[in-house]
């Protein structure tokens, strides 16, 4: 509207990407990574946990795996299900903290089909990725988000997702709480997802429809909130 686009011009969809991954996530769908082929996804607790951002190298990643290890250690029914970047520098210091727990399951980076279904079955999710934020809540999966700072801070403000750093108290008192407080659990995992609601797709459609004369009746409106 400030570049003087008429507002029966614009028609809010929400983010196609939230559509595909609504035909992305299935019950039945069979991972081909064995070692995700043998977690108990009904029976326990799965984090999952992905790291890559530069800023995070090093010592704050490390507090993070050390944060990780303390809570695999505490709770009996949670398990870890971490795809490890392939970055160097983030593997060496995963195999130093995580490596060998048998309660840490350390794979290969998935592709998105897999991931998507992956992040379904995950009871709570810990990223420094900025996709993860937009997709996760759509599954009702809460997200602790592990940087201070957001480019999607309309997340933060629903309240799907959270900022914790990577401070390694920080980081394990932020998961402990969304394992034994069921209450805020279901806060963040009943929040509605600001970026989509699986039907940007259909208003696309009714909106070139509408614009075109094809159709006599505008999109719905996503509101996100």
């Keep these: 509207m400030a570049e003087s686009v008429p507002a029966e011009q614009i028609f809010v969809t929400g983010n196609t990407v939230i559509d595909a991954l609504h ?5 039945d769908f069979q991972f081909e ?17 992905t790291t890559h951002r530069r800023e995070n190298l090093g010592e704050p990643m490390r507090h993070v795996y050390k944060a990780l290890r303390q809570l695999v250690e505490e709770f009996d029914d949670v398990e870890i299900v971490f795809p490890v970047h392939k970055n160097p520098k983030v593997r060496e210091v995963v195999n130093e903290e995580l490596g060998g727990l048998a309660k840490v399951h350390l794979i290969d980076p998935l592709d998105y089909e897999p991931f998507a279904n992956l ?14 934020q937009e997709e996760a809540p759509a599954l009702g999966k809460p997200v602790l ?6 480019e999607r801070p309309e997340a933060v403000e629903a309240g799907t997702v ?5 401070d390694r108290e ?11 407080n069921k209450e805020e659990y279901g806060r963040m995992a009943e929040s509605v997802n600001p970026y989509g609601d699986g039907k940007a797709s259909a208003r696309i459609i009714q909106a070139i429809l509408y614009h075109y004369g094809l159709a ?7 509101m996100g909130k």
Excluded: W
């Design 170 to 180: 920080r980081v394990y008192a932020e998961a402990k709480a969304l394992l034994t």
């Design 33 to 49: 990574n064995e070692m995700l082929q043998k977690i108990d996804f009904k029976g326990k607790r799965i984090i999952l946990v």
């Design 23 to 27: 035909h992305t996530v299935r019950e």
């Design 119 to 132: 992040m379904h079955r995950a009871y709570l999710i810990l990223t420094d990725s900025g996709g993860v």
């Design 145 to 150: 988000v592990l940087r201070d700072t957001t």
């Design 162 to 166: 959270k900022l914790i750093g990577t």
């Design 216 to 222: 006599e009746d505008r999109p719905g409106v996503f």
